[in-house]
């Protein structure tokens, strides 16, 4: 079983920057298809807001794009997302979460997540 950790949440001024991490139970981010991380407010469904495809490509929402960066560390099993010129509409629960196939079976692991507040 896999397991993830997030880690880096707090509160932070609107303008601020905050860099999350991931941390892996084992080399899963390197074999995943899709690594990313996903946003959460109440009463609201999780969307995502960073993700890396086939190893290679990210892909970020219109909302964070210029502001969030997503990178891994495969050596060091981690998955970071470095948040920039944060706003208050930042603010949530933010997971990491991995998606692949071993045997051609999928698998899908989220961590418990991280509180990101951003407010003056």
């Known amino acids: 079983q896999v397991q993830l950790v997030e880690s880096g949440g707090g509160l932070v001024q609107p303008g601020g920057s905050l860099r999350l991490s991931c941390a892996a139970s084992?080399?899963?981010?390197?074999?995943?298809?899709?690594v990313g991380w996903y946003r959460q407010t109440p009463g609201e469904q999780r969307e995502l807001v960073a993700a890396?495809?086939?190893?290679?490509?990210?892909v970020y929402p219109d909302s964070v794009k210029g502001r969030f960066t997503i990178s891994r560390n495969n050596a060091k099993n981690t998955l970071y997302l470095q948040m920039n010129s944060l706003k208050p509409e930042d603010t949530g629960v933010y997971y990491c979460?991995?998606?692949?196939?071993?045997?051609?079976?999928?698998?899908?692991?989220w961590g418990q997540g991280t509180q990101v507040t951003v407010s003056s």
């Open positions: 979460n991995v998606k692949g196939r071993v045997r051609g079976y999928p698998y899908d692991y």
């Open positions: 084992g080399s899963i981010f390197s074999i995943s298809s899709v």
């Open positions: 890396i495809t086939s190893g290679v490509s990210t």
